[in-house]
């Protein structure tokens, strides 16, 4: 979410001060019969999708307001669209953190932080170009959430696989809206 263009490479959360504090709280009281270690782990890692989704909701608003060109009503549109999911499955996972006794750390400071997709060009873009980050942000968030699943299910926690399975059919479904505006369906 900064002004740089560049892309982010490095795949590991960053671990720094504020985004640790973030994911070591304690866990809050909940009669819910998962296990505390369970509970634990699912939230933190819970929260680092919760980062990228928002975003990804983040991102999509700077496409919407910024498109230009012979295809803008369809994009701003579209891209308003799956703005609006976005942000559902970012309220999904993070009413999930809290269910679990966990803190949901959705505020932009952490956001910044923790989220691995890569940064959305901050420049005078066409509707291709938009595509094409949109796409990219998609794809990257599709992949974290695919990662996600397999996560929950490793720690036997079906509510919240289940959760992300939703979300990731949804994003495959949003990645195909978008690619289809794709020239030629090819980037
Ligand atoms: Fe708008």
Redesign the pocket.
């Known amino acids: 979410m900064s002004h740089q263009t560049a892309r982010r490479v490095s795949a590991a959360p960053r671990t720094n001060a504020r985004s640790v504090n973030a994911s070591r709280h304690e866990l809050g009281h909940t009669k819910n019969d998962l296990p505390e270690t369970t509970r634990r782990e699912a939230t933190d890692l819970l929260n680092q999708r919760l980062a990228e989704c928002l975003d990804l909701a983040a991102q999509c608003?700077q496409a919407?307001?910024n498109v230009k060109g012979p295809a803008f009503i369809a994009l701003?549109q579209l891209f308003?669209e799956v703005h609006e999911a976005v942000q559902e499955y970012a309220d999904l996972i993070a009413e999930r953190i809290v269910q679990l006794g966990g803190i949901a750390t959705g505020t932009t400071g952490v956001v910044a932080e923790r989220s691995e997709l890569p940064d959305y060009p901050v420049a005078h873009l066409n509707g291709p170009e938009h595509v094409a980050a949109l796409s990219d942000a998609l794809a990257a968030f599709g992949r974290a959430v695919r990662i996600g699943i397999d996560e929950m299910n490793d720690l036997k926690d079906t509510v919240s696989a289940d959760i992300l399975t939703e979300i990731s059919r949804g994003t495959d479904k949003w990645l195909w809206f978008v690619e289809a505006h794709l020239e030629g369906g090819k980037p």
């Open positions: 608003k919407h307001w701003h308003d």
